[in-house]
């Protein structure tokens, strides 16, 4: 789900950060941990890594570990403006 930060005291202005921690692979439903597992395993294997795809518009995403400030979530391979948990500034 979109989180929604107000930026400064009187500003209207509001961010969404789309932040996904729930992929589909194949016919299920995984969490951001398990991609992250299945990939660093495809990595050591060297095979391709597994086809993860957004739970909302079906396009392919990415696992992204945490860090930055960032929990670990998933990212669109191609921005997608017509999916809100696509990153908007991609």
Do not use: Q, W, Y
């Amino acid at each position: 789900m979109p989180r929604v930060a107000r930026i400064g005291n009187d500003e209207e202005e509001i961010i969404r950060m789309a932040r996904s921690t729930i992929c589909t692979f194949g016919d299920r439903k995984i969490s951001v941990n398990d991609a992250l597992e299945m990939r660093d395993d495809a990595r050591s294997r060297g095979v391709n890594s597994p086809d993860f795809r957004c739970t909302e518009c079906g396009d392919s995403v990415r696992p992204h570990n945490a860090g930055g400030g960032a929990c670990a979530h998933f990212e669109h391979l191609s921005r997608n403006p017509n999916c809100r948990l696509s990153d908007p500034a991609r």
